[in-house]
Nanobody, 124 residues
Framework: VQLQASGGGLVQAGGSLRLSCAASGRTSSNYAMGWFRQAPGKEREFVASIRWSDTRKSYKDSVKGRFTISRDRAKNTMYLQMNSLKAEDTAVYYC??????????????????WGQGTQVTVSS
């Protein structure tokens, strides 16, 4: 499975961005997909995840109500709509996929497939 992330950029605080992650190769409805992010000098952290089959979702507490994860089965693409962006959201965002949903949030740092990162910079 190959993952191609896109959509990052520079935005002012309070603005919005939408990240996309296109998946190619053999996937199935059991897959969990999600986003991690890593800011300079910090550890990689979970942001959001979605189960391909039933759209079960999970979010990091600090992004709940601001970020929305979704998927388009026909396009085999996952999205992360990010609204009300804050300076602390600045990071490289990575999309990730795993053949099954892993408790508690579906995806883990050890998940099998990773895309390249896309930079999100929020200016205050």
């Amino acid at each position: 499975v190959q993952l191609q992330a896109s959509g990052g950029g520079l935005v002012q605080a309070g603005g919005s961005l939408r990240l996309s992650c296109a998946a190619s190769g053999r996937t199935s409805s059991n897959y969990a997909m999600g986003w991690f992010r890593q800011a300079p000098g910090k550890e990689r952290e979970f942001v959001a995840s979605i189960r391909w089959s039933d759209t079960r979702k999970s979010y990091k507490d600090s992004v709940k109500g601001r970020f929305t994860i979704s998927r388009d089965r026909a396009k085999n693409t996952m999205y992360l709509q990010m609204n009300s962006l804050k300076a602390e959201d600045t990071a490289v965002y990575y999309c990730v996929a795993h053949p099954s949903w892993v408790q508690p949030v579906g995806v883990l740092p050890s998940s099998r497939y990773w895309g390249q990162g896309t930079q999100v910079t929020v200016s205050s």
